[in-house]
């Protein structure tokens, strides 16, 4: 079968030939019809990611749409390595498939599950997010931050701030449903002071995408303002500004933070899977918006080397 290969960990994915999955009793086989980059596919491809198996080659992809062979469209997730979503054909238990609302298209479907499952885990799963509550979405202006910032007003959050570098993202981000827009472009103690006016405001959950300096400020801001024990609930979900932060112990001894993650590991597959249904449901109803962009598999070379995070590339199978 035709595939997006990886042949050694750092190198760009190709375009060729890989055997075909074999399935067992109980399997569901897939055609693939649409497969989406992602952070964690990058990650799993360049061998940096903590999920990475480190073995080569394989077929890069970890999600994808495609059909039964009755016929039904389903989501997908985690097909057995050496195998990926990134090819014509995928094996994968029945549980880690759900259903494709007949209102999704297959590209819309595959651009929306992974970086709108990371909040609506995050939301649902770890900070169990009520309407009524404040949210602070730390790295918004990404693909993954503009859906948390709509899953959260569609969770009924009664405020949400959100923070980006690229001033003109946040104003797109502000049309999307954010009320304050933080830009990360202050030097350290103007920042502090800009997140710590937000929290003494009041502000329930934080969800954050960077860590990194903006983290450890947030953090920092949050213990300082503090306000009586009024708990925090930090959810960590990306690091895409450094993996490490100094943060004193004081920090937490002298606040009600609670700082948790979320994504593989923290919540259970099961459970991943059960938000992604969930999403995928409510995206149609929700109107959600997502930026996208649909390139032959062929074309997997090029295509990977020109992503970014600000639109999401969907391979499709069917050229």
Not at 113 to 141: C, D, H, Q, Y
Not at 149 to 164: D, L, M, P, R, S
Not at 229 to 238: C, E, K, L
């Amino acid at each position: 079968m035709k595939a997006a290969i990886v042949q050694a960990a750092g190198q760009t994915p190709i375009y060729g030939d890989f055997a075909e999955p074999v399935a067992s009793a109980g399997d569901n086989r897939i055609t693939v019809t649409a497969a989406a980059i992602s952070h964690l596919v990058k990650g799993r491809a360049s061998g940096t990611h903590y999920s990475a198996s480190g073995k080569f080659p394989f077929v890069v992809g970890i999600d994808g749409v495609g059909r039964l062979d009755d016929g039904r469209r389903v989501y997908f997730v985690l097909p057995k390595a050496p195998y990926g979503s990134m090819a014509e054909r995928a094996v994968v238990p029945p549980a880690q498939c759900v259903p494709v609302p007949d209102d999704l298209d297959d590209v819309t479907a595959a651009a929306i599950a992974n970086p709108g499952m990371s909040s609506w885990a995050a939301f649902t799963e770890r900070a169990k997010l009520k309407a009524g509550e404040t949210v602070l979405i730390n790295g918004a202006t990404g693909t993954s931050g503009r859906l948390a910032v709509q899953i959260a007003k569609h969770f009924g959050a009664k405020k949400i701030i959100a923070t980006g570098r690229n001033t003109d993202a946040l104003r797109e981000v502000a049309a999307l449903g954010a009320d304050v827009t933080i830009p990360l472009v202050e030097d350290e103690k103007a920042l502090e002071e800009s997140f710590k006016k937000q929290f003494a405001e009041g502000i329930d959950v934080v969800i954050d995408y960077l860590w990194g300096i903006s983290a450890q400020t947030l953090l920092i801001a949050g213990a300082k303002t503090g306000a009586e024990a009024v708990p925090i609930r930090f959810v960590q979900v990306g690091s895409m500004s450094g993996s490490d932060i100094a943060l004193p112990g004081a920090a937490l001894r002298a606040s009600a933070i609670e700082l948790m993650g979320s994504g593989i590991g923290s919540v259970s597959l099961d459970r991943l899977v059960s938000a992604i249904g969930a999403l995928l449901k409510a995206a149609g109803p929700g109107d959600f918006k997502v930026a996208a962009k649909s390139v032959p598999l062929s074309d997997v070379e090029r295509a990977w080397l020109a992503d970014d995070s600000t639109h999401r590339t969907v391979f499709t199978m069917n050229a």
